[in-house]
């Protein structure tokens, strides 16, 4: 059974959401659809690249990704197929696919030029119905990557925060929060696992500098108490047992973050 899952900023008040799975099961009606979010911030699209990499992985090999936050929806912006690591992804060419992209170099990326993997009239303001939804859903029938179109080598990619790693520790910051309120940093557990005596670092939040302890896990934490641990996507997050570290702290994305080296 092939497996195609959604990602957009439409939310799930309108139609939007549903009429793209119309149009998946109209051309392969034997998909199985999968929503990962529709939440996404209007048009962030660095918050849509950030929970696609976020999950990808957690799907089996073969899975179409059919990502749709557009800001630049009927404009001359192209739109995408690509595959890479196993999966293929449909996209507008606007970056929203970087998180993947940094992880795994796409193996290929085609233009969505070829108008019979697309419906007979495309909108100018829901190419997701109209030319997205449609080349996911080719693909997830069986359709050749390379039949969707010409091949691409100057796709977009976004700007992404990167932590910058010294002597003194490494230098990051909040780039996802969760609906728990965790503060989610672009500091990799593989990175923080690069100091000296890891378990003993200093982790400081925000421009006042709060010091939290480094956990385990959650469940080390005490009631009420603020922390520091590495979570499921194998970034290190700042949280709050009980509540929101967010609002607690009163921090959003973009909100410093620094690891000081353990001592001896």
């Not at 939440?39 to 990502?67: H, K, T």
């Not at 998180?99 to 019979?116: H, I």
Request: net charge negative; proline share 7%; glycine share 10%.
């Amino acid at each position: 059974m092939p497996v195609v899952a959604l990602l957009t900023d439409f939310g799930t008040r309108d139609h939007y959401v549903g009429a793209m799975k119309g149009v998946i099961l109209g051309i392969c009606p034997e998909a199985a659809l999968v929503d990962i979010t529709h939440e996404i911030p209007p048009q962030d699209l660095l918050a849509a690249s950030f929970e696609l990499a976020a999950c990808y992985r957690s799907f089996p090999a073969g899975s179409v990704f059919v990502v749709v936050v557009d800001p630049g929806v009927g404009s001359s912006r192209r739109a995408l197929a690509a595959e890479a690591a196993g999966y293929r992804f449909v996209a507008p060419d606007n970056g929203v696919l970087t998180g993947v992209f940094d992880e795994a170099a796409p193996s290929a990326v085609v233009e969505l030029t070829e108008r019979r993997y697309a419906l007979a009239s495309i909108s100018r303001t829901f190419e997701g119905r109209d030319r997205l939804a449609p080349a996911a859903a080719w693909l997830a029938a069986g359709t050749a990557l390379a039949a969707l179109g010409p091949p691409v080598a100057d796709y977009r990619l976004l700007d992404v925060p990167r932590p910058a790693v010294g002597e003194s520790g490494i230098d990051g910051e909040v780039v996802r929060i969760d609906r728990f309120g965790n503060l989610i940093t672009n500091i990799s557990g593989r990175i923080l696992a690069k100091l000296p005596h890891p378990e003993r670092a200093r982790i400081e939040v925000g421009p006042n500098e709060v010091v939290v302890p480094l956990l385990a896990t959650y469940a080390d934490a005490k009631a009420g108490e603020i922390c520091a641990l590495v979570g499921s996507t194998d970034h290190l997050e700042v949280a709050l047992s009980g509540g929101s570290a967010a609002d607690t702290l009163r921090l959003s994305r973009r909100a410093r973050v620094v690891v000081r080296p353990g001592l001896d």
